[in-house]
């Protein structure tokens, strides 16, 4: 299971689309592979990196933060987030389509 939580965050996000549409990069998974992290491009709330996390509940906790200088800013944290929603509140948060219609 050692990144397969984390690969299926990415595919439920919208796999390689996502990745070209928002810009993402630098994608980081921790040890047990229950979260995931990546940098995303230039957005309205200024969010340059998102975490999502699989909780003890088999729900996701998303957290938008802007990293700079060293310092990391915490801007905006959902909680209990089933998986067909992972891709709306990105949308909403950052502004960002994750795929072409």
Known sequence: ???QVAETILQQLGGNKFRVMTGASRFTTGGDG???GFKI???ATQCNWVHVQ???KDLYDITFS??????VKTLQV???IY???LVPIF???TGMYTKLF
Request: glycine content about 8%; hydrophobic content about 30%.
């Open 1 to 3: 299971m050692d990144k």
């Open 34 to 36: 229950r979260w995931l």
């Open 41 to 43: 491009g230039r957005n």
């Open 54 to 56: 699989l909780n003890a």
């Open 66 to 71: 802007r990293m700079a200088a060293g310092k």
């Open 78 to 80: 959902y909680n209990d």
């Open 83 to 85: 998986n067909d929603q």
């Open 91 to 93: 949308e909403q948060y």
